[in-house]
């Protein structure tokens, strides 16, 4: 767990929950503080399958990683929004295809990096954690741990997971998709899930009214909204889908709709 004096070195305020924190309690994990428990509680309450959710978006993303690892051919991953470090984090999914895979993650929680550092998860050279908000994207793609590990010349993964539906329509998501998008070279990959209130609108709802007391609150989506994510990168198959439908390992009787978060991955195409 993250100590006092990490926490008060990091300048990091425990009063106030923090998706990252609430995610992690999701999980079950320990690197989560009262605050974040309190209002992860309250979301529990307003809808339960939250729980589920968590674990659902976990198995998306390490499904996704493996696919780009061990068939696309990709070696460069960059994680906007990875949230505390857990177990099968995208370094060990990927670096378990592909030992040679680069990946840096990036949140503008600054408790991820504290924790990341405790748990030697960036003593690997392959593998960087820096503090940043997607909201500025070009902080991102400019960072020097990025560009030390990231060749924007050759084909990538960009991963924003769970993360979008903390960005309102003010801040213009879309262009930060694009910018990200334009970024990367032709071959690349976007990785994206997002929370719908379409299917449970009265739960999402409930979720929703908690979030506002965080730091970053949420909005929810349409489909449609959520595709437009996809703009310049087609998706591949499945399309975008409720993530437990995103190529699961196994068979599962979770009803999708239980896990209200769309999920897809594109590509950019290649210069004919």
């Not at 929810?220 to 993530?243: K, Y």
């Amino acid at each position: 767990m993250t100590t006092e004096s990490s926490v008060q070195l990091a300048g990091i305020d425990p009063s106030i929950p923090t998706a990252a924190g609430m995610y992690d309690y999701y999980l079950g994990g320990r690197n989560n503080f009262a605050a974040d428990r309190r209002a992860a509680n309250k979301v529990i309450a307003a809808a339960p399958e939250v729980i589920l959710m968590a674990r659902e978006n976990r198995g998306f993303i390490q499904r996704a990683v493996r696919f780009l690892a061990r068939d696309a051919g990709i070696r460069q991953f960059l994680d906007i929004g990875s949230g505390m470090p857990t177990q099968g984090n995208v370094h060990e999914i990927a670096q378990a295809e592909a030992p040679d895979a680069r990946v840096v993650y990036v949140d503008n929680d600054p408790q991820v990096l504290v924790r990341s550092r405790a748990l030697k998860t960036t003593e690997a050279k392959t593998t960087s954690v820096i503090t940043a908000d997607l909201r500025d994207p070009d902080a991102i793609l400019n960072h020097p741990e990025t560009r030390a590990q990231i060749d924007f010349d050759q084909p990538m993964a960009i991963l924003l997971v769970a993360v979008l539906h903390f960005i309102d329509d003010e801040a213009d998501p879309y262009g930060i998709v694009a910018r990200l998008r334009d970024s990367m070279a032709p071959g690349s990959y976007l990785v994206i899930n997002h929370a719908t209130a379409d299917p449970r609108p009265g739960n999402a709802g409930g979720a929703a009214e908690v979030y506002k007391n965080t730091k970053y609150p949420a909005t929810h989506r349409t489909r449609d909204q959520i595709e437009r994510f996809f703009d310049g990168a087609p998706l591949i198959d499945p399309g975008l889908v409720f993530v437990p439908e995103w190529r699961p390992d196994v068979e599962t009787d979770i009803s999708p709709e239980e896990v209200w978060i769309l999920g897809g991955v594109g590509r950019k195409p290649t210069v004919d």
